[in-house]
Structures are given as C-alpha cells and as structure tokens.
C-alpha cells in the first residue's frame, strides 16, 4: 500500500512568487493535513480538509491556502513568498469519521527554500 | 488551543541502555497521544500511539505511558540500538470527529553512543 506521496520534494523559488505544493494521501484516506516544520517554529498546522471541505485552520496568514480534490488529493499554495517561508512542507492523511482510531500518517515533505 | 512540552530537548544514551522521553500536555480535551520518529531528510514515522481510555502500550522495544489526571506522557525505549538515533516528536490532539489536528512536542533528538 503506497504511502502519502508529496511533489515535488524540493524547490527553490524567488521572494514575491508562489508556489503549489501537491499531495496523494494513502487509498482510502479521506482527511488531508498540512504541516509546517522549521528549526525556530517546530511541526505548526496549516490546516486540515476533508470532502473537499477546510474543516480545521490554524495560525497562518491568508497567504497560506489550500484544496482538496474529489479523489481526496491535496494542494497548497502560498503567494507572495517571503524569506520566512522557506521549510519543510508536510502532508498527512488518515481515514477521518469519528471515533474510529484517526491514526494520522505523513509524506516525506517538500522542501521550499526562498531566495 | 492545547500546548504540548517535551523534555529533554537532547538524549545520548549507550547502546543497550533505555531511553525516557517525557511531555505534557494543557488541553484536558486532548485524547490522543502519537509519537512520531523523523530521520534526517524525512518525514516523521508514526512509532506509537495511545488513546485515553489505556494508561499504557507496548510495541516491542517501545512503550508509551499515560498519565491523564497528571496530563503527562512519555516513551520509553530498552535496549536501544544505532538506529533509534533520530529526533522524536510527541503529539496530543483532541480526537473527536472533525478535529485531525496535532499539536507537537518541540522534539528530542535522540543519539545512541555505540
């Protein structure tokens, strides 16, 4: 059984671009997280979608965007980037729905250096 | 919002010898307890979880304990070997429906003496 699958694994992009980052969760999961993770900051939520629906957010600016698709796929976007966004981008998946055992499982990440 | 601390931040240990990784946590909400292992360059490996309504779970060589009126859990690891080398994440989050949401320990990194 593939794992959650995140593309690309690096990149390097100019302050002011943006940039969209990509996600395959494991078959069958239908929740979809993003994680930040830097040196000063730790492992930060970005949000969480399910059914194609944000149902979680944590504390980031708007710039920070993202979707879910209707096979469970996810994207997120950050615009206008800035020095501060470079980081490790990470996506999780788990089944989602209840109290079922929501055992939450992550991609490799992708890398994002601003210059 | 919940607030999770993890100590020690560094751990070097000789090989054979185990390893206690402590946190705690704010939220009395939070029931579900994972620890994840990260590897240099990757992302972090789910090693163990626990859910409030067990005190304590063994997998193996590792163990995680529970401690809900404290609000405190912790990893333990015998008999380490070379490999257990890596930065440990704890994690707490509230497991009702709709809430995926971890909130993460700063880390440990943890490095076996051979």
């Known amino acids: 059984k593939a794992g959650v699958t995140q593309t690309p694994r690096y990149l390097i992009k100019t302050r002011g671009q943006q940039v969209t980052l990509s996600c395959s969760p494991i078959s069958g999961h239908r929740s979809v997280s993003w994680y930040q993770q830097t040196p000063g900051q730790g492992l930060q939520f970005l949000f969480e979608?399910?059914?194609?629906?944000?149902?979680n957010k944590g504390n980031f600016p708007g710039r920070f965007s993202g979707r879910q698709f209707s096979n469970s796929r996810s994207e997120m976007n950050v615009s206008t980037l800035e020095l501060g966004d470079s980081a490790l981008y990470l996506c999780?998946?788990?089944?989602?729905?209840?109290?079922?055992?929501?055992?939450?499982?992550f991609g490799e990440g992708s890398w994002l250096t601003v210059v | 919002g919940e607030n999770v601390e993890q100590h020690p931040s560094t751990l070097s240990v000789q090989e054979g010898d185990s390893a206690v990784i402590k946190c705690t946590y704010s939220?009395?909400?939070?029931?579900?307890f994972p620890w994840y292992k990260q590897e240099l360059g990757k992302g972090p490996q789910l090693i163990i979880d626990?859910?409030?309504?067990?005190g304590e779970k063994k997998d193996q060589r590792i163990a995680v304990t529970l401690n809900k009126t404290a609000k405190h859990f912790s990893l333990h690891i015998t008999e380490t070997q070379p490999e257990d080398s890596a930065v440990y994440f704890c994690a707490a989050s509230p497991e009702r429906f709709g809430n995926e949401k971890l909130t993460f320990g700063t880390g440990t990194r943890l490095t076996i003496i051979p």
């Open positions: 999780a998946s788990s089944l989602a729905g209840g109290y079922s055992g929501n055992t939450i499982y």
């Open positions: 979608y399910f059914s194609e629906t944000q149902r």
């Open positions: 939220d009395s909400a939070s029931n579900y």
């Open positions: 626990i859910r409030s309504n067990v």
